[in-house]
């Protein structure tokens, strides 16, 4: 279980396919505290730690986690937003994230908005219904609060999130472009909404 709140920045230094695909993440943390199984969410999906160097810790990547992600997120060079789990005890500053990629989202426009940056992502229709303005989302990992929500005719929504400058200067937000893909993860609470509301309506039938 993570929070959203990201604690490193972290840059994919070596790739190589071993059945699964094997990551290598150059990372700020002492890795001397971390365990081999341990669970660290890189962008939003959280993963295993497999190996641990210096100042490196490698996971391995199914084809299920590649195709639900972000087209280029497991590329060389890529960086990452980097949590490690939720220990009991620590602060909750962000909402609860449990490192599970709902869909992939991608950024429609990006505007400075006073000191801010606005963005606006349009999430697929499958994840419209979970959307709500001043809701939580995770995007890249990132706990943000959304802020619009405007449902478009294919069913797609776009939301937009401001982006104050610190979010911006220690996360991979304040590197993105218009076109660029992200991970998205939907509020948990929403998500048992919306199932419990699906049975309700399959009672009715």
């Not at 391995?60 to 639900?68: G, N």
Request: glycine share 12%; hydrophobic share 40%; net charge negative.
């Amino acid at each position: 279980m993570f929070t959203g709140i990201i604690t490193d920045v972290g840059t994919i230094s070596a790739t190589e396919m071993r059945g699964d695909l094997h990551v290598r993440i150059a990372c700020g943390y002492d890795t001397g505290t971390i365990d081999i199984g341990a669970s660290i969410a890189c962008s939003g999906a959280c993963m295993t730690v497999v190996e641990l160097g210096p100042d490196w810790f490698a996971v391995d990547i199914s084809h299920e986690s590649v195709s639900r992600t972000a087209p280029g997120r497991w590329e060389t060079g890529r960086k990452l937003n980097l949590e490690r789990s939720l220990k009991v005890g620590d602060e909750l500053g962000g909402h609860i994230v449990t490192g599970h990629v709902d869909g992939v989202g991608t950024i429609v426009s990006i505007a400075a908005e006073g000191d801010s940056t606005r963005l606006e992502i349009r999430a697929p229709a499958e994840l419209a219904p979970y959307l709500a303005a001043k809701g939580s989302i995770a995007v890249d990992g990132i706990s943000l609060t959304v802020n619009s929500v405007t449902d478009q005719p294919d069913g797609s929504t776009v939301f937009g999130l401001n982006i104050i400058p610190h979010t911006a200067a220690v996360t991979t937000l304040g590197t993105m472009a218009v076109h660029d893909g992200v991970n998205l993860e939907i509020d948990v609470l929403a998500r048992y909404l919306g199932r419990m509301e699906q049975l309700r309506s399959l009672a009715k039938r």
